[in-house]
C-alpha cells in the first residue's frame, strides 16, 4: 500500500504544472460548490429554528408594509396566554454611503422579555436602560462593517427627513435570526423624529409578541386578530418562522438558479478533469503496456490510475471546502438577496459534502480514458506507441 502511494505521488510530480492547474480548477469548482449548497441549507436551518420558538408576529392585514399602532401592545399583554409584546419601528439608514445600507430596528424596553433567549444574563437591557443612544448589532453585521463594543458610530437616514443619528454599540445580538439587524432605543428614534416635524409617533412596522407556552401559539394568534378585527388597525398574526419563511420567499428562485449553477460547477469540472484523465492516460500508454508484459493485471494498474485521479480530487476538495468553511463558518452577509434575514454559514456537514462531490467527480473523470488503455494488450498497447 505504502509503494502504491509514494508512486501515485511520482506520478503526479511528473507533469506538476497540469496538476498543480488541475487542482487549482478543483479547488476553485469546490468552493463554489460548497457555498452554493449552503445557502438553500441556511435558509431552511434559519426557518427550523424559528419554528421551535414561541414568538408571534403582528403585522397590518390591508398590507405587510402598512403600519400598526404601537399602543395595541398594550392590549396584547392584556389578553390569556400572552407573556410579552414588543412594538417595533424600522428605520432605513447607511453607514459610510448609500451602497451600504442599514435595516435598524427601534425598540421599547420590552424587547429583551419578548426576545429573553437572545440575552439570557440580562447585561444588554442593562446597558440599554443608562445611554439613549445605546445600540445593538447583529453578529454578522458586527463583523462585516468592523464595529467594536463601545464604539460611536452615526447612521444616516434614507427617509424624507435625511435623520443622521449618532449611536454607541454596546454589544452584539446573539441571534442567528437576524444576524444583520440593528436594534436601537424607540424613544430616542421617535422624538429624534418628532423634532424633525414627523407627525406619525406612535407607529410600529409590526409587533413581536411572545406566548407562554408553544401549544398555544395558535389559539394566541386568533385571539389577537379577533380582538382587533373591528378596529381601524385590524391586523393579521402567524408565527416567526412562517414570518421568515415569507420574508425568504426570494429563495424559492435563488434555489432553483443555485441547483442549476451547482450542476454547472459539476459538469464543467468533470470536463476539465477528464481531459487531464486523458492526456495522462495517454502519455502512461507505454507504461501501461510494460507494466501489463511484466505481470500487472488490469485491476492492478487501474487503481494506480484511479488513485492518481483520487489524490487530485481530494487535495482540490480540500482546499476549497476548508476555504469555504473558513470564510463562511462564522456567518456571511448576503443582504438584500434575502432582504437582510439571515446569512450563509458555511458547516462542517456541507464542507465534507462539497469534498465527497470533488472526489467523486474527479474518479468518474478518468473511466473512460483508463478503462480504455487497460483494455488494450500489451503488444497492441506498444504498436500503437510505435
Avoid at 445605546?134 to 447612521?155: C, D, R
Avoid at 444583520?180 to 422624538?191: G, K, P, Q
Avoid at 441547483?259 to 460547477?265: E, H, I, K, W
Avoid at 459534502?353 to 497492441?380: D, K, Q
Wanted: glycine share 8%; with cysteine.
Amino acid at each position: 500500500m505504502l509503494n502504491t502511494l509514494k508512486l501515485i505521488e511520482r506520478n503526479m510530480r511528473r507533469n506538476l504544472r497540469r496538476t498543480v492547474l488541475t487542482v487549482l480548477t478543483i479547488a476553485v469548482a469546490t468552493f463554489t460548490f460548497t457555498v452554493l449548497i449552503s445557502v438553500p441549507a441556511s435558509m431552511d436551518r434559519l426557518v427550523s429554528d424559528a419554528a421551535t420558538g414561541l414568538r408571534l408576529v403582528v403585522n397590518n392585514k390591508s398590507a405587510p408594509w402598512e403600519d400598526l399602532p404601537a399602543r395595541y401592545c398594550g392590549e396584547i399583554r392584556a389578553l390569556p396566554d400572552a407573556a410579552a409584546c414588543v412594538a417595533m419601528t424600522g428605520w432605513v439608514a447607511t453607514y459610510r454611503d448609500v451602497s451600504d445600507p442599514i435595516q435598524a430596528f427601534a425598540v421599547g424596553p420590552e424587547n429583551p422579555d419578548v426576545f429573553p433567549d437572545y440575552d439570557p444574563t440580562g447585561e444588554l437591557r442593562a446597558a440599554a436602560t443608562k445611554d439613549r443612544r445605546a445600540a445593538f448589532a447583529g453578529g454578522v453585521l458586527m463583523k462585516k462593517e468592523g464595529w467594536k463594543t463601545g464604539q460611536l458610530i452615526t447612521l444616516h437616514g434614507t427617509d424624507a427627513g435625511h435623520l443622521n443619528l449618532s449611536f454607541i454599540v454596546l454589544g452584539t445580538i446573539k441571534s442567528k435570526h437576524y444576524p444583520n439587524a440593528f436594534v436601537i432605543r424607540r424613544d430616542y428614534l421617535m422624538e429624534a423624529r418628532k423634532a424633525a416635524g414627523y407627525p406619525d409617533g406612535d407607529i410600529a412596522w409590526f409587533l413581536m409578541v411572545r406566548a407562554e407556552r408553544a401549544d398555544r401559539l395558535s389559539a394566541l394568534a386568533r385571539k389577537i386578530d379577533d380582538h382587533f378585527r373591528n378596529s381601524d388597525y385590524q391586523t393579521r398574526t402567524v408565527t416567526e418562522s412562517d414570518a421568515l419563511s415569507s420574508n425568504l420567499s426570494a429563495v424559492g428562485s435563488i434555489r432553483a438558479i443555485i441547483v442549476a449553477l451547482g450542476v454547472v460547477v459539476i459538469v464543467t469540472v468533470l470536463l476539465i478533469a477528464a481531459n487531464s484523465a486523458a492526456m495522462t492516460v495517454r502519455e502512461r500508454t507505454a507504461e501501461v503496456a510494460i507494466m501489463r508484459a511484466l505481470g500487472f493485471d488490469r485491476e492492478a494498474v487501474a487503481g494506480l490510475l484511479f488513485g492518481e485521479c483520487a489524490a487530485i480530487g481530494l487535495i482540490g476538495g480540500l482546499i476549497g471546502s476548508v476555504c469555504a468553511w473558513r470564510l463562511c463558518s462564522g456567518g456571511l452577509t448576503l443582504g438584500a438577496a434575502l432582504n437582510g434575514n439571515g446569512a450563509l454559514w458555511v458547516t462542517g456537514r456541507q464542507a465534507f459534502a462539497a469534498l465527497a462531490t470533488a472526489v467523486a467527480v474527479s474518479l468518474v473523470s478518468g473511466v473512460i480514458p483508463i478503462l480504455g488503455v487497460v483494455r488494450i494488450s500489451p503488444a497492441a498497447a506498444l504498436r500503437r506507441i510505435v
